[in-house]
C-alpha cells in the first residue's frame, strides 16, 4: 500500500521567512508521481508541481522549490521569502500505476500560517 | 464556466435523509473521482470511476453510493445521512494517473 506523511500538522512563520514543508512517501513501486497541492483558505485545491519517480532534477519556480530525494523517500517542498498570501493548507500526494491503486493518495496536509 | 463544476456548493440536511451531490466536467475526460476531506486527515477516496461502466469503491465508500450518468456527471449520494458525514466533498477529473488531478470548488456538507 502506498502512504504519505506530512508530520508537520501547523507551521507558522512571519512574513519573509523561509519555510520548508516536508513530505514522506511510500511506496513498492518503482514508477510514480508525487504531487503538491495548495488549499488558500477559500477552500479549492490548486495544482503547483507533478514530480515523477525518475526525475531527481530539484525544481525552482519563483519563490517555490521543491527537494526530491528517492534515498529517503521525501519531496520536500519550501517556499522562500514566505508571504501572507501563502497561508493555505499545503497537501502532498502519490500516485503508482499498478492494480486498483491508479490514484492519488494525499496526506494529511500542513497549515501554513504567514504573519505580517 | 469552471472545468469541474460541483452543486452545491453547501448544504445542511438533517440525519436519515438522502442527499445527492453532483459533479460534472467539461474536461473530456474518462476519470472520475470523489474525495472527503476532514480536518486533519486531508483527503480520502470514497469512489472512482475510469469509464462509465468501470465504477470502483475507494478508501472510505461505506455509506455512499454513486452513478457516473454520463463522461462527463459523476453523482454521489447518501442514502441515510449520519452526523460523521459531515465534511468537504470534493469532485475531481484526470487524464490520466500521473497528470494530476483538476478538482471542484467543494461541497460543504452537514449532516445535523
Known amino acids: 500500500a502506498q502512504k504519505v506523511t506530512q508530520a508537520q500538522t501547523e507551521i507558522s512563520v512571519v512574513e519573509k521567512e523561509d519555510v520548508t514543508l516536508d513530505c514522506v512517501y511510500e511506496?513498492?513501486?518503482?514508477?510514480?508521481?508525487l504531487f503538491w497541492y495548495k488549499q488558500p483558505p477559500s477552500g479549492e485545491l490548486v495544482f503547483l508541481i507533478r514530480?515523477?519517480?525518475?526525475?531527481?532534477q530539484n525544481e525552482i519556480s519563483g519563490r517555490y522549490s521543491w527537494n526530491f530525494q528517492k534515498s529517503t523517500s521525501s519531496f520536500n517542498f519550501t517556499i522562500t521569502a514566505s508571504q501572507v498570501v501563502d497561508s493555505a493548507v499545503y497537501f502532498c500526494?502519490?500516485?503508482?500505476?499498478?492494480?486498483?491503486?491508479?490514484?492519488?493518495?494525499f496526506g494529511s496536509g500542513t497549515q501554513l500560517t504567514v504573519l505580517p | 464556466d469552471a472545468d469541474v463544476t460541483q452543486t452545491p456548493r453547501n448544504r445542511i440536511t438533517k440525519t436519515g435523509k438522502r442527499i445527492m451531490l453532483e459533479c460534472s466536467q467539461t474536461?473530456?475526460?474518462?476519470?472520475m473521482y470523489w474525495y472527503r476531506q476532514d480536518p486533519g486527515l486531508g483527503l480520502r477516496l470514497i469512489y472512482y470511476?475510469?469509464?462509465?461502466?468501470?465504477?470502483n469503491k475507494g478508501e472510505i465508500s461505506d455509506g455512499y453510493s454513486v452513478s457516473r450518468q454520463a463522461q462527463a456527471k459523476f453523482s454521489l449520494s447518501l442514502e441515510s445521512a449520519i452526523p460523521n458525514q459531515t465534511a468537504l466533498y470534493f469532485c475531481?477529473?484526470?487524464?490520466?494517473?500521473?497528470?494530476?488531478?483538476?478538482f471542484g470548488s467543494g461541497t460543504r456538507l452537514t449532516v445535523v
Open positions: 500526494a502519490l500516485t503508482i500505476f499498478s492494480g486498483s491503486a491508479r490514484q492519488l493518495t
Open positions: 475531481a477529473t484526470s487524464e490520466a494517473v500521473n497528470y494530476g488531478y483538476t
Open positions: 470511476s475510469f469509464d462509465v461502466k468501470d465504477i
Open positions: 514530480r515523477n519517480s525518475f526525475d531527481e
Open positions: 511506496t513498492r513501486d518503482t514508477t510514480y508521481y
Open positions: 474536461k473530456g475526460h474518462d476519470r
